[in-house]
C-alpha cells in the first residue's frame, strides 16, 4: 500500500512562511499526480495545488495563486507545498494525496491515497 506522510505543518503570523513536505513509500511515486488539499473546520477539504507526473503542469486554487508553490523531487519521493504570505483564512488542515491522473478538477475522488494530514494554522 502506498503511504504519504505529511511534514511541516505549525503555527505562524499573517504574512509568514511555511514549507510542507510529503514523502511518499514504494517506487510508483514517478507514477503519480500530486496535490495538496486542505480543510477548514466545518468545511469540505478543497483542492489548494495540484501536479503532474513530471512537474511540466501546475494548477493553484485562486486564492493561493501567486503565494503558494507546488514542487516535486521524483529522485526523493517528495512533493513540497511552499506558501508564502500566509493569512488567517489559510488556516486548515492540510493533506497530501496522491492520483494515477493529473487533474485540474479539484475533485478528492480524483486521488487514491491520503495522508494524515498537518495543521497549519495562521494568527492574525
Known amino acids: 500500500q502506498v503511504q504519504l506522510v505529511e511534514s511541516g505543518g505549525g503555527l505562524v503570523q499573517a504574512g509568514g512562511s511555511l514549507r510542507l513536505s510529503c514523502v511518499v513509500s514504494?517506487?510508483?511515486?514517478?507514477?503519480?499526480?500530486m496535490g495538496w488539499f486542505r480543510q477548514a473546520p466545518g468545511k469540505g477539504r478543497q483542492v489548494a495545488a495540484a501536479?503532474?507526473?513530471?512537474?511540466?503542469?501546475?494548477y493553484y486554487e485562486d486564492s493561493v495563486k501567486g503565494r503558494f508553490t507546488i514542487s516535486r523531487d521524483n529522485a526523493e519521493n517528495t512533493v513540497s507545498l511552499q506558501m508564502n504570505s500566509l493569512k488567517p483564512e489559510d488556516t486548515a488542515v492540510y493533506y497530501c494525496?496522491?492520483?494515477?491522473?493529473?487533474?485540474?478538477?479539484?475533485?478528492?475522488?480524483?486521488?487514491?491515497?491520503w495522508g494524515q494530514g498537518t495543521q497549519v494554522t495562521v494568527s492574525s
Open positions: 494525496a496522491a492520483g494515477s491522473i493529473y487533474s485540474e478538477s479539484g475533485w478528492p475522488n480524483d486521488y487514491d491515497y
Open positions: 514504494g517506487r510508483t511515486f514517478r507514477r503519480f499526480a
Open positions: 501536479i503532474s507526473r513530471n512537474g511540466l503542469y501546475t
